[in-house]
């Protein structure tokens, strides 16, 4: 049997920084459970935060990625964009670099995650506020 599943998830307001929400997005697709084989596709409906797959384990690499990523686009440039603030253009290039979507294969009723990998949002506004995902899983999934 074939599975379409596509929900909203809608983040609570989370710092400026990297922040793992693999167990969020599990929590709000028990349909995962039944899918063995698969993917899913993860989009971000903003353009100041991203998405990326990277370490779970060692919380120093998300604050070592956020500390480059302040690096590559600095608040204090000369910006052309400062209407909202000046975390917001940085926020924009840092969000064009990370990217707004991710696929991840699923099989054996999981994500196949490597060991290490963990999804994580990437809020680069000081005050981003909520964010709204859209996660979209296609599958084969097993029938009772």
């Known amino acids: 049997m074939t599975v379409w599943v596509q929900r909203e998830l809608l ?10 929400i693999t167990h969020c997005v599990q929590q709000e697709l028990p ?5 063995r084989i698969g993917i899913l596709h993860i989009f971000i409906q903003h353009t100041s935060a991203s998405l990326t797959i990277n ?8 604050t070592d ?20 603030g000046p975390d917001d253009m940085p926020a924009h290039v ?3 670099l990370m990217g707004s ?4 294969p ?11 990998q963990g999804i994580c949002l990437c809020e680069h506004r000081n005050h981003g506020g909520r964010r709204r995902l859209i996660l979209t899983l296609h599958g084969d999934a097993e029938t009772d």
């Open 55 to 62: 370490e779970n384990a060692d919380p120093d690499v998300r």
């Open 94 to 96: 840092k969000q064009s």
């Open 31 to 35: 349909e995962l459970a039944s899918v």
């Open 106 to 116: 699923v099989g054996r009723h999981q994500l196949l995650l490597g060991t290490w």
């Open 101 to 104: 979507s991710l696929s991840i």
């Open 11 to 20: 983040l609570p307001a989370m710092p400026r920084g990297i922040h793992l």
């Open 65 to 84: 990625l956020n500390v480059a990523l302040d690096r590559l686009a600095p608040e204090n440039s000369r910006w052309t964009h400062t209407c909202e």
